[in-house]
């Protein structure tokens, strides 16, 4: 039997703590979300002044990339080159820049959606948080 690594509460609280940092020395408004690597939520995070829409769509690019174990880039790239089709694939709905995958000893652990600012820095605010822990 192998051993599987999972992402902690602690672990959640770190990554968000920095997430948030981020986002806020750069005075962005969004919305982080961390899922584990089954795609379940366990942690939301809307800042002030941060769009409604914003509060879905974080997870589902977090959800997106735990699951395709990539960033969620991959898959907007994907139709963006004219395979339209894989907008028909299951369970993917956050095909859109900003969902990281949070990857440590190359075993993929979860992941970190944002949304609400340009999709790069939706990544760059995920990338700190990842950080945070190591990955």
Same mark, same amino acid.
């Given at each position: ?36 690597? %089954? %795609? ?8 002030? %002044? ?16 735990? $699951?395709?174990?990539?960033? &969620? ?8 080159? %004219? ?8 369970? $993917? ?9 949070? *990857? ?7 992941? *970190?959606? *944002? &949304?609400? *600012? ?18």
């Amino acid at each position: 039997m192998q051993t599987k690594q999972v992402l902690t509460l602690e672990d959640v609280k770190k990554i968000a703590a920095a997430a948030e940092t981020e986002a806020i020395l750069n005075k962005w408004c969004v919305t982080i979300a961390i899922v584990d690597d %089954g %795609g379940h939520l366990l942690w939301l995070q809307r800042l002030d %002044g941060a769009a409604p829409i914003s509060s879905h769509i974080a997870p589902a690019k977090a959800k997106t990339a735990a $699951l395709g174990r990539r960033e &969620s880039k991959v898959y907007e790239d994907i139709i963006n080159n %004219g395979r339209f089709s894989f907008i028909t694939a299951p369970t $993917l709905e956050g095909m859109l820049e900003g969902g990281v995958p949070i *990857v440590i000893n190359g075993q993929c652990l979860g992941a *970190v959606g *944002v &949304s609400g *600012v340009k999709s790069t820095e939706d990544v760059q605010i995920a990338k700190a948080g990842i950080t945070a822990i190591g990955g």
